[in-house]
T-cell receptor, first 113, second 116 residues
């Protein structure tokens, strides 16, 4: 059981380049999330998808777009990367009714130069 | 919206001693409460949660947490710390209902250092 998987593990981009971070879960969870983690700031929610077919903004959505491709997959796209987007990005998922906690992927470390 | 405070950036404790990692939250209803642990270069792992019932909840690796409604706190505890407990700990809350039902709010994290 793989849980939540993320690709790539590491990425270096130049300012202005675009890329998509991939996330997949095999737990049949309804909700999926994208966070960024910066030193001293904990986790900040970028976007989330409460269920297949829906997406909502979190605390820091500017500069990002998301796609809930199907129930398993939730991708995060940076259209024009900026140095301020250098961070570690985590994907998470949560089950449906009666499920309480999230499960996290291993993260993607992104550096924008 | 909820907010979560972890007032200590770092907690140092000797192996074998009890440990406490503090968490308080702002109140908007009666949220669900969680603790997660993050080891270096890894994702967050779920430790325990408070949903309802007994104020003392037990979780993984011998950790427990005490919910105090009047103080809006949910402190993480362990009776006897291990060196392997050294990690970054996050407190999180989630609304029980409403528009933000599926959103989690995280504290800034507390680094636990357990010295041999």
């Amino acid at each position: 059981n793989a849980g939540v998987t993320q690709t790539p593990k590491f990425q270096v981009l130049k300012t202005g380049q675009s890329m998509t971070l991939q996330c997949a879960q095999d737990m049949n969870h309804n909700s999926m999330y994208w966070y960024r983690q910066d030193p001293g700031m904990g986790l900040r929610l970028i976007y989330y998808s409460a269920s297949e077919g829906t997406t909502d903004k979190g605390e820091v959505p500017n500069g990002y777009n998301v796609s809930r491709l199907n129930k398993r997959e939730f991708s995060l796209r940076l259209e024009s990367a900026a140095p301020s987007q250098t961070s570690v990005y985590f994907c998470a998922s949560k089950g449906g009714t009666g499920a309480y906690e999230q499960y996290f992927g291993p993260g993607t470390r992104l550096t924008v130069t | 919206a909820q907010s979560v405070a972890q007032p200590e950036d770092q907690v140092n404790v000797a192996e074998g001693n009890p440990l406490t990692v503090k968490c308080t939250y702002s109140v908007s209803g009666n949220p669900y409460l969680f603790w997660y642990v993050q080891y270096p270069n890894r994702g967050l792992q779920f430790l325990l949660k408070y949903i309802t019932g007994d104020n003392l909840v037990k979780g993984s690796y011998g950790f427990e947490a005490e919910f105090n409604k009047s103080q809006t706190s949910f402190h993480l505890k362990k009776p006897s710390a291990l060196v392997s407990d050294s990690a970054l700990y996050f407190c999180a809350v989630r609304d029980r209902a409403g528009a933000n039902f599926n959103k989690f709010y995280f504290g800034s994290g507390t680094k636990l250092n357990v010295k041999p």
